[in-house]
């Protein structure tokens, strides 16, 4: 084997062999052209022309190997651009465009007839990225899932390459045995043994809830497979009021209904009152439902609280009901020695939903519905079309996992969370929850300090959520009440419309309960530091004191 670069030295010394070309196809052709074409020049090559070839002339076309070859190149150094620019605080997190200005100005949505040439499919690859958001930037500070990790991205393209589905072993071999160890590593991160565990990955986190639901439904009455759910009672599910919204819109997809899902009580930190669970299970009980399901959060998307699990998972242990945690926001705490304790009962739970694709930074999707009663996700079901499932194969066909899923096609959404975990190892990935906590602290610490700003919560946050309040001049000096919180309730939207047409920053707001609306910060990116704190606030200040 031909070993073209040696990675063992450091990046100084590695001899790239991408031509860092930041090449702007269009208005501004002609001088990059003579920069890529001095580039070119350099290397002793001719550089590509895509204005007069298309798709028909790349593989598998006769002979279509250098155009490939040239076009691929192309396209890596507009994604290379476009990686190394979102890691640069000079450059903006967004160019922003209304929505009938991206339409009508910025480039075309139409499709044609006639196929256009490879330059505009390069225009149109760049200009995507030109005005779509920089997730990747230290200052995105908007979702859950931030950041721009390389080596996931690089399992992205490897994943897109094999182009190929996770239903059988005999279309997917690898990608088939990597999501069998890895589900067997998160289990046993989650705290299960080894004789006990299965899982699957999703499209989501909201998916993986249904899985749950689905699942714990299909446990107690196995005969809603092939009956429906004209044999069962009303069932009653039970989630926090400050859950995710995916457990009633689940509900309402499987044929439960909404109005059956009781949102428990929480405390003023956005947690669960266990007593208030009880008294719930009784008032469903007592209007002829019958419970069966309880949802715990690790993690809620606002506030980041972790719902007391132990105390959960004894009233589910009571009164026989299937208790799910889901942590898609917060089970990378589990990677963190230091953080993993606010999980502590997480191991009693029937089923648990992690996400790595926020608190662990891997690309967009990754999901993973755990469940601790192996073999009930196939039983639930599988249905053994003959076509994909047959079993007389000349393998082991346990391992055609297709029938698990209540999709037929599924993405392979394994392989760049393997490869992150070997490049970053267990402790790598600990690290770096523990540096978004930190930051998250350093903004709790900076908002104490600063007299334009009110804390939502005056507790420390348990996770990298930061929910707080930019208090204007003209407010400082009015009393609490109705009339100073409906101008409060203007801020928080005005400040992020001035934020996102500038493009400096991106922050997440929104009201809750009887709060008007309010920041939340959340740190996932680990290229954010303590720099990209200040200047958020220094940057909401700024925009916000005219108001």
């Given amino acids: 084997m031909k070993v073209l670069t040696d990675f063992s030295s450091s990046f100084a010394d590695t001899v790239v062999c991408f031509v860092l070309s930041d090449r702007i196809i269009g208005k501004e052709a002609g001088r990059d052209k003579e920069q890529d074409s001095a580039a070119v020049k350099d290397r002793g090559q001719t550089p590509a022309d895509?204005?007069?070839?298309?798709?028909?002339?790349?593989?598998?076309a006769p002979?279509?190997?250098?155009?490939?070859?040239?076009?691929?190149?192309?396209?890596?150094?507009?994604?290379?651009?476009?990686?190394?620019?979102?890691?640069?605080?000079?450059?903006?997190?967004?160019?922003?465009?209304?929505?009938?200005?991206?339409?009508?100005?910025?480039?075309?949505?139409?499709?044609?007839?006639?196929?256009?040439?490879?330059?505009?499919?390069?225009?149109?690859?760049?200009?995507?990225?030109?005005?779509?958001?920089?997730?990747?930037?230290?200052?995105?500070?908007?979702?859950?899932?931030?950041?721009?990790?390389?080596?996931?991205v690089a399992g992205e393209w490897l994943t897109s390459t094999a182009n190929t589905n996770m239903f059988t072993y005999e279309v997917s071999p690898v990608f088939v045995l990597m999501e069998e160890f890895l589900l067997r590593k998160m289990q046993s991160i989650v705290g299960w043994s080894d004789d006990v565990g299965d899982g699957i990955f999703c499209p989501g986190g909201t998916i993986s809830n249904l899985y749950s639901i689905l699942v714990a439904r299909y446990h107690f009455y196995p005969e809603v497979k092939t009956r429906?759910?004209?044999?069962?009672?009303?069932?009653?599910?039970?989630?926090?009021?400050?859950?995710?919204?995916?457990?009633?819109?689940?509900?309402?997809?499987?044929?439960?209904?909404?109005?059956?899902?009781?949102?428990?009580?929480?405390?003023?930190?956005?947690?669960?009152?266990?007593?208030?669970?009880?008294?719930?299970?009784?008032?469903?009980?007592?209007?002829?439902?019958?419970?069966?399901?309880?949802?715990?959060?690790?993690?809620?998307?606002?506030?980041?609280?972790?719902?007391?699990?132990?105390?959960?998972?004894?009233?589910?242990?009571?009164?026989?009901?299937?208790?799910?945690?889901?942590?898609?926001?917060?089970?990378?705490?589990?990677?963190?020695?230091?953080?993993?304790?606010?999980?502590?009962?997480?191991?009693?739970?029937?089923?648990v939903t992690w996400n790595p694709h926020k608190m662990m930074g891997v690309p967009l999707q990754c999901s993973v519905i755990l469940v601790k009663k192996r073999g009930l996700l196939q039983e639930c079901n599988d249905f053994g079309a003959e076509y994909l499932f047959q079993t007389d194969k000349n393998y082991d066909v346990s391992y055609d996992t297709g029938d698990k899923s209540i999709q037929c096609g599924r993405h392979v959404d394994v392989f760049k969370l393997w490869l992150m975990w070997k490049a970053k190892g267990s402790e790598g990935f600990g690290s770096q929850v523990n540096k978004c906590l930190e930051n998250a602290e350093y903004l709790y610490d900076q908002l104490q300090r600063r007299t334009d700003f009110e804390l939502v919560l005056k507790n420390k946050p348990e996770h990298s959520n930061v929910c707080f309040w930019y208090i204007p001049p003209r407010l400082r000096g009015l009393p609490p009440g109705p009339d100073r919180d409906a101008i409060l309730h203007q801020v928080a939207p005005r400040i992020k419309g001035r934020m996102m047409e500038k493009g400096s920053v991106m922050i997440g707001y929104q009201p809750l309960g009887d709060k008007v609306n309010f920041f939340r910060c959340v740190f996932s990116n680990p290229a954010t530091q303590q720099e990209d704190v200040d200047f958020l606030l220094d940057e909401i200040a700024r925009m916000g004191d005219d108001l």
């Avoid at 895509?50 to 598998?60: A, E, N, Q, V």
């Avoid at 450059?91 to 929505?99: A, C």
């Avoid at 330059?119 to 690859?125: A, W």
Wanted: glycine share 8%; charged share 20%.
């Fill in 63 to 152: 002979g279509g190997e250098e155009m490939t070859s040239g076009f691929l190149q192309e396209l890596v150094n507009i994604l290379l651009g476009y990686i190394i620019k979102s890691s640069q605080r000079s450059s903006k997190v967004l160019d922003f465009h209304h929505p009938h200005q991206l339409k009508e100005e910025c480039f075309t949505l139409d499709l044609p007839d006639q196929p256009e040439t490879l330059e505009q499919i390069l225009v149109d690859c760049k200009d995507t990225l030109k005005y779509g958001v920089r997730t990747g930037h230290p200052r995105f500070l908007n979702q859950l899932s931030s950041g721009l990790d390389v080596v996931g």
């Fill in 228 to 351: 429906g759910m004209g044999v069962l009672p009303q069932l009653a599910l039970f989630t926090s009021e400050q859950s995710h919204y995916s457990v009633k819109k689940s509900a309402a997809v499987l044929g439960m209904g909404s109005e059956n899902v009781f949102m428990v009580k929480c405390d003023e930190s956005g947690k669960m009152i266990p007593a208030e669970l009880e008294s719930s299970i009784v008032t469903a009980e007592e209007k002829g439902l019958v419970p069966f399901y309880v949802n715990a959060t690790a993690g809620t998307t606002v506030y980041g609280a972790f719902d007391p699990l132990k105390a959960i998972a004894d009233i589910c242990h009571r009164h026989t009901l299937w208790m799910h945690v889901d942590a898609a926001w917060g089970g990378g705490l589990l990677m963190s020695d230091r953080h993993k304790i606010k999980l502590a009962g997480i191991e009693r739970a029937w089923s």
């Fill in 50 to 60: 895509f204005s007069r070839i298309y798709s028909k002339d790349l593989l598998p």
